[in-house]
């Protein structure tokens, strides 16, 4: 059975992490929002991870070859207990969806 669990990135690599997990085919999300980013007295936005260090992988353990997440470039590890990859509840991710907007972006108040 499939569910969400939760990926630990290496710092600032979330997009490389991902783009490696989807080149193995790993179902990633990667919940990001706009930000405002000040360089040199200029101002833009850009989009910034939800969960900085974070993203999250759908798949299901006993078929697939989760092992192989902890030694993708850009991660730093699956998030286990004992051993065993620990599932997130399904209803976290569906509330993070619900406040993306239509560019799935989330829409922080």
Known sequence: ?????????????????RANLLNQHFDVYLPCFKKMVRHARRQSWGLA?????????WMD???????????????????????????????VIAQIHDAEDGAGHVQLH
Not at 1 to 17: D, G, I, L, N
Not at 49 to 57: D, E, H, I, K
Not at 69 to 88: A, F, Y
């Open 1 to 17: 059975m499939k569910q969400w669990f939760a990926v630990a990135t290496q710092p600032r690599k979330e997009a490389r992490a």
């Open 49 to 57: 991870p939800l969960f900085p260090g974070y993203l999250f992988v």
């Open 61 to 91: 353990p006993g078929a697939a070859r989760w092992r192989a997440i902890n030694s993708t470039v850009g991660v730093n590890h699956l998030v286990s207990q004992n051993d065993r990859p620990v599932p997130i509840d399904e209803s």
